[in-house]
């Protein structure tokens, strides 16, 4: 599935018009890109370095203004219609769609701006608990809606801390800044590769004779939040402890394999295991960053193939979903590499494709993971997208 013009133009349409008849007035639509990461997963938060893009699925947000204090919040997925005061936005996440949005304008209000009252009504496209972040494009796309409605506007890159701090604040996952940062800055024919430290990003063309392939497991990573945090909170100790021998460490970024393996013994074997694929990730990406430079798929493809392979062994947030799927297309022709994307514990693996083998990779794969498993998959032929706007 490649989404054209024409066909967001009518998705447009279809979400301005129902909106026209809810509230009788036009509003303004926003929307934010999903994203598949080629490589770099778990380090964001480790200061260290990732290689999304952002793809052509997206969520939607038409808005308008509202006179009072309040926003009154429709989402197409849920079919479901919520109202909420902006003087009583505060309180712990409640495990709710409605949590995003209540914390997009908490935070953006904490920042000492007016946010006004603003009908909202939400269509996505990115599949949900899939690892395609949907949860940023959902904070994104608000975040733009809210501050047209409100009539002001932050930078680009305060938006993205906005979101995140939602994210972190109001749903309760510590999440780092890559997922609102490609959403926020992707290109299309891009990859991004984001220094999560300096946040100083490169846009790296993706070959002509290559597409992105996103394969859904169908198996949604319902517990992840808690595990996702469990490794961050790994990652953390281990900074902890190795700062008491190498006291300018800030984060893993900072750590090498040498001195991992230095320290290894003052590690828990889980702990040294989580840092042993953030420092070997790490090195990955800026690898692939210059393989992917030199038009060096095969290479590329090498690396996700072992960034997989660490996320299963060391990280520990792979499923037996996942690996079905990498193993297959590992064994397919014309495909460079493949990997599990996002936080794990299921979701999509993401594959990169000789253009000219797309078709039978597709069925070959569909098939195979039938077969192994019961379950009818889907798949999105992906085209890197532009980050997000008014549409
Ligand atoms: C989730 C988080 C990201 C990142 C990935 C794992 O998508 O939102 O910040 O940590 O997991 O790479």
């Known amino acids: 599935m490649s989404n054209s013009v024409a066909s967001f133009e009518s998705m447009a349409d279809a979400l301005r018009q129902r909106f026209q008849q ?17 490589i770099g997963e778990h380090t964001d938060y480790n200061d260290g370095y990732v ?60 920042g000492g701006r007016e946010v006004s009252g603003a009908n909202l009504v939400i269509h996505g496209q990115v599949p949900l608990g899939a690892g395609l972040s949907s949860s940023a494009s959902l904070e994104v796309s608000t975040a ?3 501050m047209w409605t409100s009539n002001f ?72 939040a808690g595990e996702y945090n469990r490794r961050r909170a790994d990652c953390e100790s281990a900074v902890k402890t190795l700062r008491r021998h190498l006291p300018t460490v ?26 042993r694929h953030v420092i070997s990730e790490n090195q990955r990406v800026l690898a692939a960053a210059e393989t992917l430079q030199a038009g060096d798929l095969n290479r590329f493809g090498h690396l996700m193939y072992e960034s997989h392979r660490s996320l299963q062994c060391d990280y520990q947030v792979s499923s037996r979903e996942l690996d079905v799927l990498v193993e297959l297309a590992s064994a397919c022709p014309g495909v460079y590499g493949a990997r599990m994307t996002g936080g794990g514990f299921g979701g999509c693996t993401v594959n990169l494709v000789r253009s000219d083998a797309v078709e039978r990779f597709q069925s070959h794969i569909t098939e195979g993971y039938k077969r192994a498993t019961g379950i009818i998959l889907a798949a999105y032929v992906c085209s890197a997208a532009d980050g997000a706007g008014a549409w």
């Open 144 to 146: 733009l809606a809210l």
């Open 250 to 275: 800030v984060a893993l970024r900072d750590v090498t394999s040498a001195d991992l393996e230095r320290y290894k013994s003052e590690l828990p074997d889980q702990v040294y295991r989580r840092c």
């Open 51 to 110: 290689m999304p893009v952002a793809i052509d699925l997206y969520t939607w947000v038409a808005a308008s203004r509202r006179d009072d204090r309040i926003l009154h919040v429709h989402s197409d997925h849920f079919g479901e219609t919520i109202e909420m005061s902006l003087d009583a936005l505060s309180g712990s996440p409640r495990k709710h769609w409605s949590d995003y949005i209540r914390g997009v304008a908490a935070v953006l209000a904490a």
């Open 153 to 224: 506007e932050l930078p680009p890159l305060a938006m993205v801390t906005v979101c995140q701090r939602a994210e972190h604040e109001y749903v309760g996952t510590r999440c780092g800044i890559m997922d609102q940062f490609v959403s926020t800055f992707g290109r299309s024919y891009h990859a991004l590769m984001l220094d999560c430290r300096s946040l100083d990003f490169q846009l790296l063309p993706i070959p002509a004779n290559a597409r992105v392939v996103i394969l859904n497991t169908m198996v949604r990573h319902e517990l992840a």
């Open 22 to 38: 809810l509230h009788g007035r036009r509003p303004r639509i926003f929307r934010a890109p999903g994203r598949a990461n080629l």
